[in-house]
């Protein structure tokens, strides 16, 4: 696998002023265009059939991604939760379907002006290495509850917190974005297709789903990652973040 770290970096970005995202996450970072190897290794001992078989991609659309995943808060500034969430508005949103996800990022795309939407599967992984070839979104291929939000080691052992984090309790991978791994699973654009090969038939209905979240084992926080839920199953697990389409940009 090729490692990127040495001739791309990622850029903070501002929309023209911030007072432009009137919307929160209000904090998005610039991904660079460039080329990685999508899918796991055979050599990791954790890889299943539907992470192969790996391949060579190009990412040539220019992206923001938000640097943390959609926040209570920002869903409320969106819709209403109906429950109490005064002190929850720095955990990721969970409960939501994959198409109210897309209601929200057309929403904000009203508010900003850019077109916002979920990521692709392919978007989604390049963004969580961060120009690393790790098996983990923090550069490193092993992992530890400092490094992200899990609740059981691979013995099945309850290691971590057991709940939700706020966004950024964790620092972040090489292209400036927190939570990549663990705390909570997140929606993608992409429909589920039962491995990597390009004869592999996509899903209707079932939405690809990434990261590895909070009450969950290591081994689902690699980068490589992928399962599947149904476009209208709201877990309280699997939140989602947003990105921006940086088209005509400059």
């Avoid at 059939?49 to 040539?60: I, M, N, R, W, Y």
């Avoid at 969106?78 to 508005?89: E, I, K, M, P, V």
């Avoid at 209905?205 to 590895?212: A, Q, S």
């Amino acid at each position: 696998m090729r490692d990127l770290a040495s001739n791309v970096s990622a850029t903070p970005l501002r929309l023209n002023g911030e007072s432009n995202l009137r919307a929160k996450p209000s904090s998005f970072v610039e991904i660079p265009p460039g080329t990685f190897t999508f899918g796991g290794s055979e050599l990791d001992r954790f890889v299943t059939g539907t992470e192969l078989p790996a391949k060579e991609v190009e990412v040539t659309q220019r992206i923001a991604m938000g640097q943390t995943p959609v926040t209570v808060g920002d869903w409320l500034e969106f819709r209403s939760l109906g429950q109490s969430d005064a002190t929850q508005r720095r955990r990721p949103v969970v409960g939501v379907s994959w198409h109210e996800a897309n209601d929200y990022a057309a929403w904000l795309s009203e508010k900003t002006g850019y077109r916002c939407r979920l990521p692709t599967e392919v978007e989604w992984e390049y963004a969580a290495r961060g120009g690393e070839s790790s098996l983990f979104s923090h550069g490193l291929n092993t992992v530890s509850v400092e490094d992200a939000n899990y609740l059981y080691d691979e013995r099945g052992v309850e290691v971590g917190k057991g709940r939700i984090m706020e966004v950024a309790s964790y620092s972040p991978n090489g292209f400036g974005l927190f939570d990549m791994s663990g705390n909570v699973c997140e929606w993608t654009a992409s429909l589920w297709s039962k491995d990597l090969s390009d004869a592999s038939v996509p899903r209707t209905g079932k939405r690809v789903i990434r990261g590895g979240a909070w009450d969950q084992l290591p081994r689902t926080l690699r980068c490589s990652w992928r399962d599947w839920a149904m476009e209208g199953s709201r877990w309280d697990n699997l939140g989602f973040r947003v990105v921006i389409e940086l088209v005509g940009e400059g």
